[in-house]
Nanobody, 118 residues
C-alpha cells in the first residue's frame, strides 16, 4: 500500500520561509520521480518542482526557481521542499506525488495548506 503524506504547511508573511515534507511508504524515493504540485483556490493544479534520485535531476518551474529547493533523504524515504522568499501568489494547497515521469504521477497524498500574507 503506497502512501504519501505532505506536511509542514502553515501561515507565513511574505518574504518568509517554510519547509514542506513528503513522507512516503510502500515505495522507495530512490526509484521514483517525486514531485510537488499546488492548487490555488479557483485555479488548476500546477507543477512546482520534482526530483529524480536515479537520474540525479531536479526540476523547478520558472516561478519558483531560485526561491524553492527540493531535496531528499533516502534513509527517511522523505522528500523536502524548502520554500524561501514566499509570495502571496504562492498561497495554495501543496501536494506531493510519485511516478516514473515528471508531472505524470501514479500516487498522490493529501495536501498541506500554505498561506502567505502580504
Amino acid at each position: 500500500d503506497v502512501q504519501l503524506q505532505a506536511s509542514g504547511g502553515g501561515w507565513v508573511q511574505a518574504g518568509g520561509s517554510l519547509r514542506l515534507s513528503c513522507t512516503i511508504s510502500g515505495i522507495s524515493v530512490d526509484d521514483y520521480v517525486i514531485g510537488w504540485s499546488r492548487q490555488a483556490p479557483g485555479k488548476e493544479r500546477e507543477g512546482v518542482s520534482s526530483i529524480s534520485i536515479a537520474e540525479r535531476q531536479t526540476y523547478y518551474e520558472p516561478f519558483v526557481k531560485g526561491r524553492f529547493t527540493i531535496s531528499s533523504d533516502s534513509a527517511k524515504n522523505t522528500v523536502y521542499l524548502q520554500m524561501n522568499r514566499l509570495k502571496p501568489e504562492d498561497t495554495a494547497v501543496y501536494y506531493c506525488g510519485a511516478g516514473h515521469y515528471r508531472d505524470d504521477y501514479d500516487y498522490w497524498g493529501p495536501g498541506t495548506q500554505v498561506t502567505v500574507s502580504s
